[in-house]
């Protein structure tokens, strides 16, 4: 309400001082709970800055990465850059690429590998980037991910970090969701490798108590984004601006005029504090942790991939005589249950197969919840399993 009604358009510092500094410093601190390395902090050459939606963060880096490739390899090698990442990979990603005018030809998506519960794989994407480069073209971009949406894996950051950086490549991690968790000293390791990143980015508005829209966004080198989208109109000079003492964030995003998100974020650090952010992850997993052990205890389901936050992939086993893989069964599962008005799940394909989602994420779902929406999907499944030929 405050942010809504203080109405700042904080495009440059001049335009509100208070708007640009507070985010630098909420950003500063953000990355000091997920123990980003030093270089993300806006003491050193990188820094934060508050986007729209992950969406937009993937195409802001996408389009410096994009920018710094061309001015090396001449304007006239557009046609000839190509992006990687897995098909597990949010499609954020394929709609940056339609709009940063990446010839959809040069879209590598590398299958993940179902036997590392969908995290891609370093050898796949090497051999993809070998075969590029054997035939003349020029890999510039590798977007991993800490928490896909599918199934919530967590692709090897360190060894494609490596692999970017062989080619000199650009390495964006992809963390909207599953970043939040990441406070949390033991789920910390998921951002192992970090280090090795150009750019990192977490949604405050998914897990993080906070309203939509806040994505956090870090750089390692915020010139690059300067670079790739700044301009300066004659209308927009002033004297802090032209003095480079300040940082006007209109260059580190799309549009012109931005909202006064960070009090959003400040309001929920200082409110909370670190322990009671990291009690309510917690939470959540063990809430998760409490779904995955009731589905393992019920033969009928099986857990379709282990679970790494708070999202639990399940699925009820169809009886043998079925043809179609347990697809409409478990579609009129997760049709039954959101008809009943009483919970929602939402599905997604594994390896050809229909996986059902339980996600704990709401900040008032309590064991009693999860039992009885467990209660409600034991029950479908029970009229279900009746209503099939065994
Ligand atoms: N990346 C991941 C891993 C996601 O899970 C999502 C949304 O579900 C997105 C990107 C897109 O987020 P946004 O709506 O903020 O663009």
Known sequence: MLSAAFNIVGFSWITSPAATELEVIVLDWVAKMLKLPSEFLSAALGGGVIQGTA?????????????????????KSLEKIVVYASDQTHSALKKACQIAGIFPENIRIVKADCSMNYAVTPGAVSEAISIDLSAGLIPFFICATVGTTSSSAVDPLHELGQIAQAHDMWFHIDAAYAGSACICPEYRKYLNGVEEAD???????????????????????????????????????????????????????????????????????????????????RKHIQLAQHFEQLVISDPRFEVVTPRNFSLVCFCLVPPTCEVDNGHKLNYDLMDSANSSGKIFISHTVLSGKFVLRFVVGAPLTEEQHVDAAWKLLQDEATKLLGNVVQ
């Open 199 to 281: 750019s990192f980015n977490m949604n405050a508005h998914k897990w993080f108590l906070t309203n939509f829209d806040c994505s956090l966004l870090w750089v390692k080198d915020r010139n690059y984004l300067i670079q790739a989208l700044s301009t300066n109109p004659e209308f927009l000079k002033n004297k802090a601006s032209q003095e480079n003492s300040v940082i006007d964030f209109k260059d580190w995003q799309i549009p012109l005029g931005r909202r006064f998100r960070s009090l959003k974020l400040w309001m929920v650090l200082r409110l909370y504090g670190v322990e009671n952010l990291q009690s309510y992850i």
């Open 55 to 75: 969406s937009e963060a993937i195409l802001v880096v996408l389009l410096s990465a994009r920018d710094r490739t061309l001015r090396k390899h001449g304007k």
